[in-house]
C-alpha cells in the first residue's frame, strides 16, 4: 500500500511538473515567502566550518601526503583542521576514523585580494577534470590495508563510491563554471527517494550536458523569497543548503541528525553582509546613477540605501532571454524534481519542495562589484558588458592564478578577447548553456548613464 501511494504521488507530481513548465509566461510572478527556521549565528558558523555534514572523506594522513599542509589557515582553525585549507574540514567518521572531508567553502568561499570571502561564490573553481582515476587509487590503496588500518576503508567507502559514480559525468571544457546542481542531480539519481540509501545503479536518465551555473553570493540569500536562479527552490532553506550531505550520507537518520544544524548554518549565512567597495567613489556620478537606477533597474532588483526593499521577482523566458538551458536542466529535470518532491527532504514538519519555473529570479545587487562574472552561468566579465551586450565577447579568458586581475575601476574581471575557443581558461559562448544572450535592459542607456549607473552600483 505504501508503494502504492508513493507511485500514485509521483503521478500526481507528474502531471503537476507538465502544468507548471508547459505554462506561458509573459509577466514578472512574485515569489510568497515560505516559513524559515531561526538558529544561532555562532554554533552555525561553527558547525559550518567544523561539522561532520559529510561523515567521509579521505583519511587524514593520506590526504596530507598527497596535498601537503595547508599554512594560510584563513579561518583561524585550530586542531586538525590547521592544517587543512579552507575548503576542507577533518572529521571523524562513525568508525572513530579521522578523515579530511570537503565542506561548503568548496562553492562558497573564495580567496579575493588575498583574503578570505565566506559567502563569495568560488568563480575559480575547475570541474574540467575526471577525478575518477584518483577515487579509483585511493579505494583500491586503502582496500590493501590490513588489521587495524582497515578501518580507513571503511571510513572512506561512501566517499569513493560517490565520487568515482559520477566523476565520469561531472566535466565541463571551461574552468570558472559550477556544477553543483548537476551534481545534486546524479547523486539523487543514486539514492532512494523514501530512505536515502546508496544504489550503484541509477534510477534515472539525466541529460547529458553539464549546465553551468555561477555561485550566487550567500548574503544575498536573505532578502530572497526562494533559492536557485529560477527561484524554484521552496519551503525550508535549510533542506537545500544541507545537500553536499547527498554525497555522503548513509540513512534518514543521519540525514535528520545534519538538518538539525542547519537551522544555525541559515542563522549564520543570514547574518552575512556584502564586503563594501575599497575605493573611492565619484559621489556626484553616483547621485546620477541612483536616478537611472532607479528608472530602469529598480522594479526588478529593488532599491538601496536608506529606503531598501526587494521584489522577489521570477522573470519569464519572454522577458529576460537569457541562456534557457539551466532552467530545463539539472535539478529542473522531471525525473529530478518528482524525486525530490516526494523525497524524505518534503517530509516533516518543514519541508521542502521543488517548483520549477521558465525564467529567473532577478537577484538583489548587494555587493555585485566583487560578484563577477554575471549572469548565471558567469558569461559575462564585468559590469560594463553586463550592460551593453553589444561589447560582450563570444570568447574570452581570464586569469585563474589570483585575483590581481579584478578591476575595480569597471567591476569585474579583467579580460582578454579571443578570436576563437582555446583551452580551458577560454570562456565559450557558443556552447549550450553558456550562452551570453539575454538582459538587454541596459542597452538603451547612453554610455553616460551606462557609466553612472556602474558608480552607483
Not at 559550477?178 to 543514486?190: P, Q, T
Not at 536573505?222 to 550520507?249: C, E, P, Q
Amino acid at each position: 500500500m505504501k508503494k502504492l501511494s508513493i507511485l500514485l504521488a509521483m503521478v500526481i507530481t507528474g502531471f503537476a511538473f507538465v502544468s507548471l513548465t508547459n505554462r506561458l509566461n509573459e509577466n514578472p510572478e512574485f515569489i510568497a515567502p515560505s516559513k524559515q527556521r531561526t538558529g544561532d549565528v555562532a554554533k552555525g558558523y561553527q558547525y559550518l566550518i567544523t561539522g561532520d555534514y559529510l561523515k567521509s572523506g579521505i583519511p587524514f594522513n593520506l590526504f596530507v601526503l598527497g596535498t601537503g599542509k595547508d599554512t594560510t589557515n584563513f579561518l583561524q582553525r585550530d586542531g586538525y583542521n590547521k592544517s587543512l585549507n579552507y575548503s576542507f574540514t577533518a572529521v571523524k567518521a562513525p568508525n572513530g576514523v579521522l578523515v579530511a572531508a570537503p565542506n561548503c567553502l568548496q562553492c562558497h568561499g573564495q580567496v579575493f585580494d588575498g583574503k578570505l570571502i565566506v559567502g563569495l561564490g568560488n568563480s575559480l573553481s575547475d570541474f574540467t577534470l575526471n577525478r575518477q582515476g584518483t577515487a579509483l587509487f585511493a579505494e583500491k590503496f586503502l582496500q590493501n590495508l590490513k588489521g587495524e588500518e582497515a578501518k580507513k576503508y571503511d571510513a572512506a567507502k561512501n566517499f569513493i563510491q560517490a565520487i568515482k559514480t559520477v566523476s565520469p559525468e561531472l566535466i565541463t571544457t571551461t574552468k570558472g563554471v559550477n556544477l553543483a546542481d548537476a551534481l545534486a542531480a546524479l547523486l539523487v539519481s543514486h539514492r532512494d527517494p523514501q530512505t536515502l540509501r546508496w544504489s550503484d545503479k541509477s534510477s534515472f536518465t539525466l541529460p547529458t550536458e553539464m549546465i553551468p551555473t555561477d555561485v550566487p553570493a550567500w548574503w544575498l540569500l536573505k532578502k530572497k523569497n526562494a533559492m536557485f536562479y529560477n527561484g524554484f527552490g521552496r519551503g525550508d532553506f535549510g533542506r537545500f543548503l544541507m545537500g553536499s550531505n547527498l554525497l555522503t550520507v548513509s540513512d534518514t537518520a543521519e540525514a535528520a541528525e545534519v538538518d538539525s544544524h542547519f537551522n544555525d548554518v541559515l542563522a549564520f549565512i543570514n547574518s552575512i553582509e556584502a564586503p563594501k567597495y575599497p575605493k573611492p567613489i565619484d559621489a556626484a556620478m553616483a547621485a546620477q546613477g541612483k536616478a537611472v537606477f532607479s528608472a530602469t533597474c529598480k522594479k526588478c532588483h529593488g532599491s538601496y540605501g536608506d529606503s531598501t526593499s526587494y521584489p522577489n521577482l521570477l522573470i519569464p523566458e519572454s522577458i529576460i532571454k537569457t541562456d534557457s538551458a539551466l532552467y530545463t536542466a539539472n535539478y529542473s529535470n522531471p525525473q529530478m524534481v518528482i524525486w525530490f518532491n516526494n523525497s524524505w527532504f518534503s517530509s516533516g514538519d518543514h519541508p521542502a519542495k521543488l517548483v520549477p519555473y521558465r525564467g529567473y529570479i532577478a537577484p538583489p545587487l548587494d555587493g555585485v562589484w566583487i560578484t563577477a562574472p554575471y549572469l548565471h552561468n558567469g558569461s559575462v566579465p564585468d559590469l560594463e558588458t553586463l550592460l551593453n551586450s553589444k561589447k560582450r565577447p563570444k570568447y574570452w579568458q581570464r586569469s585563474f592564478s589570483s585575483t590581481v586581475d579584478y578591476n575595480y575601476e569597471i567591476p569585474g574581471y579583467k579580460y582578454q578577447t579571443k578570436d576563437a575557443p582555446g583551452t580551458s581558461e577560454v570562456y565559450n559562448t557558443t556552447q549550450k548553456g553558456y550562452s551570453n544572450e539575454g538582459h538587454y535592459f541596459g542597452d538603451k542607456l547612453s554610455e553616460t548613464q551606462r557609466r553612472s549607473v556602474i558608480e552607483y552600483l
